[in-house]
């Protein structure tokens, strides 16, 4: 197995950076957004993103929760639900809200369909956008970021690991590793 490539911690905050920059520019402050982070992987990425966002919009940060999507998962059977599971939390209504969605990584387009799936069972937002911290390409369903930290173009048998710490960003960390497991094909 080859070696890992690593991204580091300062280009980990300027992708958070442009994250916020983005939305920042397509919604105005006095705008209510929703953040969501799918759990597991956009939980701290939608808080740093509530954090910076507050900074850019006169101190009017979004409303920041969770959604948990295991329930959602076609792959439920092959991945069972986390031991570190985190509820949905949904801090204000979905109903009429803009909600951004947050993850750490777009891959096949799997986890934004359960995604919205586990957001509707909860009401009908007006609009509904995605940001993610890492676009590795490889969908599989028609989905796009409208909001990308970072592209990486991997193969389907590398995997891309991020660890972003609550505690220490300066521990951040974005692995890119052989030898990952490619997709399996789904039969029609």
Excluded: W, Y
Excluded at 9 to 18: L, S, V
Excluded at 45 to 54: N, S
Excluded at 107 to 134: N, Q, W, Y
């Amino acid at each position: 197995m080859a070696a890992s490539k690593t991204i580091g911690p300062d280009e980990i905050k300027a992708a958070i950076t442009r994250l916020a920059e983005a939305i920042s520019s397509r919604h105005e402050p006095a705008q209510p957004l929703l953040l969501l982070g799918i759990a597991n992987g956009g939980i701290e990425l939608a808080r740093r993103l509530m954090k910076a966002l507050a900074s850019r919009r006169n101190g009017a940060a979004p409303k920041c929760g969770v959604l948990d999507i295991s329930f959602h998962r076609d792959d439920i059977g092959r991945h069972p639900i986390p031991k570190e599971f985190a509820p949905t939390h949904l801090p204000a209504e979905v109903d009429g809200a803009t909600v951004i969605l947050v993850d750490d990584v777009l891959f096949s387009g799997r986890t934004m369909k359960a995604a919205l799936d586990e957001l509707f069972d909860h009401g009908r937002p007006t609009k509904v956008e995605l940001a993610v911290l890492v676009d590795r390409g490889g969908r599989r369903l028609p989905f796009a970021a409208d909001f990308v930290g970072l592209t990486i173009a991997a193969s389907a048998d590398e995997k891309i690991v991020v660890g972003l710490d609550s505690e220490n960003p300066r521990q951040d960390s974005i692995r890119i590793e052989s030898g990952g497991t490619a997709p399996r094909p789904t039969a029609t």
